[in-house]
């Protein structure tokens, strides 16, 4: 017999079903059954998510100034909220976790007008807009990077930390060693769907000014858009320079592990698997980020120690290679920061996330969960 249901809630984008499904292994080995509602994407990760069931929801965004857009929104998402209404009668959850991501809202709005127990995560260190709207109503935040203070959702934020694949809690078994003399240098560098564009052009640039002798130690990975590799590659080529381009990585935790300097954006799952890793970065946030959440992101890691946030304006070719021949020529500010990244990391967050979790669907409050009384 399963202890109870969890229903999880998320946007069908990775940036929020990855969590979800960290919180969903999690508590499948507690013997808890969860259930996933998310939006009309749900199909392609139905056989995938860790679900005994998965629930399309009706759904919307509220971008849109046109009255009529909003009109057509707000009709969507009350739809969503009678699908997800009779969902939860049906299959009784004891608590509902939201991720963030418009398709989160019918399902925790249904959830505290049932009375059901409710929890959000935030990845970021700034609140996403649909977990703005639902902050006030639900019985717990867990945040990513969402500080633990006296305002009204501080009072019942975790911060938990933000969950981490396996490959990544793998990955940070391999400790830092600094790259030193003439030895190779392995630089990363990737930017994400939105971000990559930038570190095409300014990045080979950069390196084409660094000292003859630096280069020939370099060894660069470089994540770029499909239309942008084979320029990339002939860039590095002209310069001597060892590199693997390619729009995507699917053993980015073990690259980040090789990595004796990472540059990149900031996104929320970035920062804290360069953290949980325990990697040196230059942070670069994404400059047209609704929320400047990402500049946000990697203040905290900063903080640590762990990394440097240059904003993207900031950055010439001259500005790039200044700094990373500079920390190429200084291994032990190099692993400085990777301590200092390590420190800040959270590998415990799902465990933590999963201990919210329980305590919420007992009917615990924050403030007894932060005393130890979950246990």
């Known amino acids: 017999m399963p202890k109870g249901v969890i229903l999880l809630a998320a946007g069908g984008t990775g940036g929020h079903l990855f969590p979800a499904e960290a919180l969903a292994h999690e508590l499948n080995e507690r013997g808890w059954k969860v259930h996933l509602a998310t939006d009309d994407r749900a199909e392609r990760f139905a056989g995938h998510f860790p679900a005994a069931a998965v629930h399309p929801i009706q759904s919307a965004t509220m971008g849109s100034k046109n009255p009529f857009a909003l009109l057509g929104a707000f009709w969507k998402i009350w739809r969503g909220v009678r699908q997800a209404s009779a969902?939860?009668?049906?299959?009784?959850?004891?608590?509902v976790v939201g991720f963030g991501g418009y398709p989160t809202l019918p399902p925790l709005y249904a959830a505290t007008r049932r009375k059901v127990p409710t929890l959000i995560h935030e990845q970021n260190a700034v609140m996403g807009r649909a977990n703005r709207a639902l902050a006030g109503r639900v019985d717990a935040i867990a945040g990513g990077f969402l500080p633990q203070d006296t305002s009204a959702a501080g009072v019942k934020t975790v911060t938990?930390?933000?969950?981490?694949r396996p490959q990544v809690l793998e990955a940070a078994r391999t400790p830092y060693a600094?790259?030193?003399?003439?030895?190779p240098f392995r630089l990363l560098v990737f930017g994400g769907s939105q971000g990559a564009q930038f570190f095409s052009y300014a990045v080979p640039a950069a390196i084409a000014l660094l000292s003859d002798a630096q280069r020939k130690r370099l060894v660069i990975t470089q994540q770029a858009r499909a239309d942008d590799v084979a320029r990339v590659k002939a860039?590095?080529?002209?310069?001597?320079?060892?590199v693997e381009v390619s729009p995507f990585f699917t053993d980015m935790a073990a690259r980040i592990a090789a990595a004796h300097l990472v540059i990149s954006r900031s996104g929320a799952s970035t920062v804290s698997e360069i953290a949980v890793i325990g990697r040196p970065a230059l942070l670069v946030p994404y400059p047209y980020a609704l929320d400047h959440d990402q500049a946000a992101n990697a203040a905290a890691l900063a903080a640590a120690g762990g990394g440097e946030v240059h904003p993207q304006s900031s950055l010439s070719p001259e500005r790039i290679a200044a700094l990373v021949g500079g920390l190429m020529d200084d291994p032990e500010r190099l692993a400085a920061m990777a301590a200092g990244a390590k420190s800040a990391g959270r590998p415990d967050a799902a465990r933590l996330l999963a201990d919210l979790t329980e305590a919420i669907a007992s009917k615990k409050t924050v403030s007894d969960f932060r005393k130890g009384t979950h246990a």
């Open 87 to 95: 969902i939860i009668a049906r299959i009784k959850p004891d608590a």
């Open 160 to 164: 938990t930390g933000n969950p981490v």
């Open 178 to 183: 600094a790259s030193t003399g003439e030895q």
């Open 235 to 242: 860039a590095y080529a002209a310069l001597g320079v060892g």
